[in-house]
């Protein structure tokens, strides 16, 4: 009888851990890394502004990589912003901040990623999902321009900018 009560405490215990850490712990990822950041401004009004980019969760319990990208059109203002837009591996998703886009070397990247924590509980209450959100800076691009108007930003290949993650929710 007291073995059984204890291994009920025990159990409330241990729901009631999960329970808080849902919104409030975070496992060992601290923040995404951004690479290959890819940006093109088109010389004429009619075609669009383009990025794309690369990103990874290096978190032990997912550990994946994916490409993400975008596209508007020129002197629109309408980079996308709000919603976040699928990536390539459809469990990471990405979009502008608020606000977030100066002009092809300045901009606020916004990504979120959802996957499996056991640690979290029993199925389907292991899902978390992370955001992290980073600024690209000038420093951080080598920019081309040519005549007609048109220009490109790149990363440097060896070029790595770390998107902390600010923000944990327990399920999608
Ligand atoms: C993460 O994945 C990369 C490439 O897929 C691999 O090289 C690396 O060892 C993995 N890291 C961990 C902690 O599993
Ligand atoms: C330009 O961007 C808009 C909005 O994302 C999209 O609907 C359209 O297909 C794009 N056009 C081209 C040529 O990529
Ligand atoms: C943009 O992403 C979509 C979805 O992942 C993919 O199908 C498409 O090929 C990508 N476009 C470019 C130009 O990388
Ligand atoms: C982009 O915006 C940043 C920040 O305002 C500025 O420092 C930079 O010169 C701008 N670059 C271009 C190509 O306009
Ligand atoms: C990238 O490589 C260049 C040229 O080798 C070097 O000057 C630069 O410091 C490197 N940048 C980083 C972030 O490692």
């Known amino acids: 009888m007291l073995f059984s009560t204890a291994l009920r405490c025990g159990m409330a215990l241990l729901l009631h851990s999960a329970a808080s850490r849902a919104v409030t712990e975070r496992f060992t990822g601290a923040y995404y890394e951004v690479t290959n950041v890819h940006t093109h401004s088109p010389s004429s ?23 993400c990208n975008g596209s508007w059109p020129l002197g629109s203002n309408a980079y996308p912003t709000g919603g976040y837009l699928p990536c390539a591996d459809l469990s990471f998703a990405w979009v502008f901040a608020d606000n977030g886009f100066t002009n092809i070397s300045s901009f606020t990247l916004q990504v979120e990623h959802s996957f499996k924590d056991p640690s979290m509980g029993p199925p389907p209450y292991d899902q978390v999902t992370t955001f992290a959100h980073t600024d690209i800076k000038p420093s951080n691009m080598d920019c081309v321009g040519a005549a007609s108007g048109q220009a490109d930003c790149k990363f440097p290949s060896n070029e790595t900018v770390e998107a ?3 923000a944990t929710i327990a399920k999608r």
């Open 164 to 166: 902390p993650i600010w």
């Open 45 to 67: 009004q009619s075609d669009n502004v383009t990025i794309e980019f690369t990103v990874r969760d290096s978190d032990p319990l997912t550990n994946s990589t994916t490409t």
